[in-house]
T-cell receptor, first 116, second 111 residues
Framework: DTAVSQTPKYLVTQMGNDKSIKCEQN?????MYWYKQDSKKFLKIMFS???????INETVPNRFSPKSPDKAHLNLHINSLELGDSAVYFC???????????????FGPGTRLTVL | SQKIEQNSEALNIQEGKTATLTCNYT??????LQWYRQDPGRGPVFLLL?????KEKRKERLKVTFDTTLKQSLFHITASQPADSATYLC??????????FGPGTRLSVLP
């Protein structure tokens, strides 16, 4: 059974389009993340959701909007796609315990987004 | 601003030798540090976690050290094998939910 899954694995689209990437985890974790890995392989956190509440929102354009219908899902919707959005997007999950060392993160396989 | 550096972008070593990867950070006081492995086309996979009050952690052929005075972690793979070839990422975190990843070191173990 896949712990963290993402769909689609590849996404090729035109500038200006709106697209969504879906993420699901079956680990029972209460915290999920979206990361962006650019061409230089830097992995940067975009969002964190804990119990369906947005906890972290780094300096990400508001064209990106995370949506969490329930604890097991965190989808990423992107409006008006730009060339610079091309990257690999990873979903991850963990079990957060405040004041205690957080458990490890489990990553999905990634979604390679190409904006033409 | 927080900054994490890993010793080199790429490291080549001979099979059987010990690989040593370095992670240095500034402007940060992490509660703990993690090391991940990433293979091409895949997501990172957790390897080891070390807490701020720990000096060393071991798991099979892997060893991690953590020096909060030097703001440095060393990651060792002993008796390296070609199958150890991958990109290794260090990640820092506080007691919140914010993770900061280093740029990674691409390790190649040559037969």
């Amino acid at each position: 059974d896949t712990a963290v899954s993402q769909t689609p694995k590849y996404l090729v689209t035109q500038m200006g389009n709106d697209k969504s990437i879906k993420c699901e985890q079956n680990l029972g974790h209460d915290t999920m993340y979206w990361y962006k890995q650019d061409s230089k392989k830097f992995l940067k956190i975009m969002f964190s959701y804990n119990n369906k509440e947005l906890i972290i929102n780094e300096t990400v354009p508001n064209r990106f909007s995370p949506k969490s219908p329930d604890k097991a899902h965190l989808n990423l919707h992107i409006n008006s796609l730009e060339l610079g959005d091309s990257a690999v997007y990873f979903c991850a999950s963990t079990q957060f315990r405040r004041g205690v060392s957080t458990d490890t993160q489990y990553f999905g396989p990634g979604t390679r987004l190409t904006v033409l | 601003s927080q900054k994490i550096e890993q010793n080199s972008e790429a490291l080549n070593i001979q099979e059987g030798k010990t690989a040593t990867l370095t992670c240095n950070y500034t402007n940060y006081s992490p509660a703990y540090l993690q090391w991940y492995r990433q293979d091409p086309g895949r997501g990172p996979v957790f390897l080891l976690l070390i807490r701020e009050n720990e000096k060393e952690k071991r798991k099979e052929r892997l060893k991690v050290t953590f020096d909060t005075t030097l703001k440095q972690s060393l990651f060792h793979i002993t008796a390296s094998q070609p199958a150890d070839s991958a990109t290794y990422l260090c990640a820092l975190s506080d007691y919140g939910q914010n993770f900061v990843f280093g740029p990674g070191t691409r390790l190649s173990v040559l037969p």
